[in-house]
Each structure stands twice: as structure tokens, then as C-alpha cells.
């Protein structure tokens, strides 16, 4: 039977009734002790002088004092001990046991067993002072903690794929009550969504938000100065919360939504099944109204519902319009004026082209930025590829080509005459090539020549059945057009040539002639 220690309450009542005249064999039949250890114990009250009745009974550091520490027994030196300097500075470096084992052998000459090294380090640790924590305790409305957690897998219905999803999870830090959304990422559009969402949710927003460094957030993760991301700044901004973002490698300062995480994955997800995310979504919200707000928690004692009740009115209230929440990207102006964002094309004024701007995108609007001003704002694509355009972002030879197309050529025309709106049509509904920049340059020689000599140089190229540009500046240039359109006959040359007969006379049967 191994040997019990011995309590020092249990010393004092040996104590007290060895003053009543117990003997050894009544204290041991009592359980206090052994008779032997009984024995030595008296000896050493009555060197002490603790026997006499009228003394007081000596105080618990006094019989220790006297007791003395237990000696250990002698062992023999481990041959390790010799190593401890160099294993306690590799401890404090991170490297394991069995790579310190290793390093010893090898570079040191040790032979030892690699139970003499954890011994050593066992050793070492309980010589350490002991770790201490203190828990956080939050006042009504004053933080929440926010944070994501993996979800189930559900079929995407956009590509049909099967995708995991992320529980986000915002946790009330005094009622312990709960917003949890399950989406596709962990994007800054997402984690900016949920936010608002949450916030309706409770109906109020909490004066501070304890978040982990998720990129969504933080772009710069720092004990001292984290940098945070600059559209959830705008968020804290427009409700009126201030971020509190943990310091690197140290989650147990967000430990409450930490464990409510834990709550939804081990309490919510198991033995359920989801259509989609709309459906889990709905179960969700249903379960923490009707399950876990209702539960008795286990740190407060009481139902986070009950509590919410209570805290809901120390919290700050919502903005009377909710801000316009959006995300803030750095993009470059293509040669073709136009800025990419998730593979959509916005236009920007022509002069910025090559120049590094900032893109700020809500749900419904884009918005270009040079040097803190917008340059220029365009309606969200809907889709990848769409092309988003303003015709005076572009350079003015482009405005001026696009602005005259096959409608505009044939306003023009009209205006001009008919013979000029004759030669255009032809122009334009050529079956073969396409001719809007041969119609654009027939329209411009009215700048030079007026619309008069215009309309008579198409009614001349009409008359000689050449619809052409080339043919009409030839005859505007060599004044062509100021002489009268003489009548062109479909026979030309009959009657005035020397030779030429009619085409029906070559085949006249006049008779065999021979000569």
C-alpha cells in the first residue's frame, strides 16, 4: 500500500487528542495516522511543548516549520543533467524533444535513452512558473466579438460545384447573444454585408467590435498600430462603432465568440441537412431564437435572450440612413480608357490613361477616384465582360466616330438634299463593304466647300452612276460641280462615230455576198 500523506488539519487533531490522553493505537484506529507515525509525532510535541494544556494550539506554519520538508531519497546524477543549459536554451527556442535528443547524440556525444531528455524537460517545465489568465468581463452594450467559422458544403447554384461554407458569427459580449450567417467567402463585400445585417438583427449596434486579423479587416495585423482595411473603416465610421483587433497569434482575447463557434458546430450543424443556403440560413436564425437564446449558458447561468432584453437598451442605435457601405480597390487605366474590376470595364476620362486610381464599388454604383476626386461614376455590371462606357470619357476623334454613325450620316444627308441622301444610302447599304467612314467623309467636305456645292457635286457623281467619296471631292475640287449636269444619253457615241454601228446590225441576215 503506497504511503498516504498526511494533511496538516489532520496533524492539529492528532494534536488535540493526544491533549485529551488518546494513546497511539486510539489516534490510529481514528484514521489520522499510523501508530508509528503517531509516535514520532508526540515525541516532537513534547520537545515542542505542544502537550501542555494550557498552551494554545501552535498554528499550521509552526507544525510545518517544525515537521521539516520530506527528504527525497538519493539517486544516482542522470547523465543528461550535464546538458540542461543547452536543452533549456533549445526549449526556449521551440525545438522539440526528439530533435533535442537527436542534436545531442550527434553533436555532443550523448548515449542516453531519449526518456532521460523528456524527464528533463518534464523537469524543467514544472520548475516554470505556472501560466495565469484573467477573464475578461464586459459591461452591458459594450463590445461584441466577431469572427468566421468553416460550414457545411452546399452546391453553388451559380456553377453547380459543390463549395464550403463560412459561418459568421458576431456574439454579444454581456448577454452572450448571437447573429450567425452562413455565406460562400470571407471577402471585404461579404464581411461588410454581414455587419449590416447583424446590426438589424439585434436592432442596435455595440459601442466596440473585437475582431480577429482576417485580410476582410486588417491589412497589416500589429500589436500596437493594426492597419485596418480601409471600407470596414468607413463602416466603423458610419455606425459609429470602434474596432478592436486582437493581437497576432492571440485568439483567446475574442475567446466568447470563439466558443460560440464552437456552440454552432457542435450544437447546431450535426444531424441537420440543408437544401441550399437560403435554407440553412432559415434554420439557423429559427435556432438561435428558439434554442440557443433560450438555453441556460454556461459561463453567464442564464438565457442570453432574457439578458439581450436587458442589454439591448445600452446599446447604440442605428443610423437613421444606413451608410452606403462599399470597397475600395487600386486599378490602372487601360489604353482603351476604360478601368477592370472583377472582370468588368468602366470608362475613365482619356487623359488618365496608364495613371494607378482607386475604385470604390457598392451594390449599385462604381465610382472612380484620382486624387480624392471622382472622375467618373457608372451603374455595377450585372455580369462578367459587360463594358460600361460614357462617350466623353474617350478622345475626341473617338467621340466624333462613334457620335456619327449610320443614323446621324443619314439625318445629315436629309438635311443637305436629295441627291446627297440618295448618294449616302447607296453608301450605306453597300452589300459587300462596310462604308460609314466613305458616308463620314462625303458629310465633312460641307465644312469646306458648303452644302450647296455638296448637294450638286452628289447629284453630278449620281448622274455619271459613281457613288463614291473620291469621286465627289474630285469634282468638288476641280469645280465640277458649278457647270450644268448635261443629259447622258444611254447610246453616247451613236450617230457621231465613224465606225460604230448598232449592236443589232452585226446580226442582220442580208444574204451570202461574195466578192
Not at 477573464?135 to 469572427?147: C, I, Y
Not at 461588410?192 to 466596440?208: I, M
Request: glycine share 6%.
Amino acid at each position: 500500500m503506497a504511503r498516504r500523506s498526511i494533511e496538516m488539519y489532520e496533524y492539529r487533531q492528532a494534536l488535540m487528542r493526544m491533549r485529551q490522553g488518546d494513546s497511539e493505537r486510539e489516534i490510529a484506529r481514528s484514521k489520522l495516522m499510523g501508530r508509528s507515525k503517531a509516535a514520532r509525532f508526540r515525541e516532537l510535541a513534547r520537545a515542542q511543548g505542544w502537550l501542555d494544556p494550557e498552551r494554545p494550539l501552535p498554528e499550521d506554519a509552526e507544525i510545518a516549520a517544525a515537521l521539516g520538508q520530506p527528504k527525497l531519497p538519493v539517486t544516482a546524477q542522470s547523465s543528461i543533467a550535464a546538458y540542461r543549459p543547452l536543452v533549456e536554451q533549445w526549449l526556449g527556442q521551440g525545438v522539440s524533444g526528439v530533435v533535442i535528443h537527436t542534436t545531442l547524440k550527434r553533436e555532443h556525444g550523448f548515449s542516453g535513452h531519449y526518456s532521460s531528455v523528456r524527464r528533463l524537460i518534464a523537469q524543467i517545465g514544472r520548475e516554470q512558473p505556472p501560466e495565469t489568465t484573467v477573464r475578461l468581463t464586459f459591461a452591458p452594450g459594450e463590445a461584441a466579438q466577431v469572427d468566421f467559422g468553416a460550414g457545411p458544403h452546399l452546391v453553388d447554384p451559380a456553377t453547380g460545384e459543390i463549395r464550403r461554407t463560412w459561418a459568421f458569427v458576431m456574439t454579444l459580449c454581456f448577454s452572450r447573444h448571437q447573429y450567425v450567417e452562413f455565406v460562400w467567402d470571407q471577402s471585404v463585400r461579404t464581411w461588410l454585408g454581414c455587419h449590416r445585417r447583424a446590426f438589424e438583427w439585434f436592432g442596435a449596434v455595440p459601442a466596440r467590435l473585437i475582431i480577429d486579423n482576417a485580410k476582410c479587416a486588417i491589412t497589416r495585423a500589429c500589436m500596437h498600430d493594426p492597419q485596418v482595411q480601409r471600407a470596414y473603416a468607413e463602416c466603423a465610421e458610419g455606425y459609429g462603432f470602434r474596432i478592436d483587433a486582437c493581437p497576432p497569434h492571440d485568439p483567446q482575447k475574442k475567446g466568447i465568440v470563439e466558443a460560440g463557434v464552437k456552440y454552432v458546430k457542435g450544437n447546431f450543424l450535426p444531424t441537420r441537412s440543408f437544401r441550399d443556403l437560403a435554407d440553412l440560413n432559415a434554420q439557423v436564425r429559427e435556432w438561435v431564437l428558439k434554442e440557443a437564446g433560450l438555453r441556460i449558458h454556461g459561463t453567464t447561468r442564464v438565457r442570453p435572450l432574457d439578458t439581450f432584453a436587458v442589454e439591448r437598451s445600452t446599446l447604440l442605435p442605428l443610423p437613421e440612413v444606413p451608410p452606403d457601405l462599399g470597397t475600395w480597390h487600386a486599378v490602372t487605366v487601360h489604353r482603351d480608357c476604360h478601368v477592370s474590376f472583377e472582370r468588368a470595364l468602366y470608362s475613365v476620362p482619356f487623359a488618365l490613361v496608364g495613371k494607378a486610381l482607386w475604385l470604390r464599388a457598392t451594390d449599385a454604383v462604381v465610382t472612380v477616384y484620382h486624387d480624392f476626386k471622382p472622375v467618373a461614376t457608372h451603374a455595377r455590371a450585372r455580369r462578367p465582360g459587360e463594358r460600361r462606357t460614357v462617350s466623353d470619357h474617350l478622345p475626341p476623334a473617338a467621340q466624333r466616330f462613334f457620335a456619327h454613325d449610320r443614323s446621324w450620316c443619314l439625318q445629315q444627308a436629309r438635311e443637305i438634299g436629295d441627291a446627297c441622301a440618295q448618294l449616302i444610302g447607296q453608301l450605306l447599304s453597300d452589300r459587300v463593304s462596310e462604308r460609314l467612314r466613305a458616308a463620314q467623309g462625303v458629310l465633312a467636305l460641307k465644312g469646306q466647300y458648303g452644302a450647296a456645292r455638296l448637294e450638286a457635286a452628289c447629284e453630278r457623281a449620281i448622274a455619271h452612276d459613281s457613288p463614291h467619296y473620291r469621286t465627289v471631292k474630285t469634282i468638288l475640287a476641280g469645280g465640277h460641280d458649278l457647270a450644268p449636269v448635261s443629259t447622258i444619253t444611254p447610246e453616247p457615241y451613236a450617230g457621231r462615230a465613224r465606225f460604230a454601228r448598232a449592236t443589232a446590225s452585226l446580226f442582220e441576215d442580208d444574204g451570202p455576198t461574195f466578192h
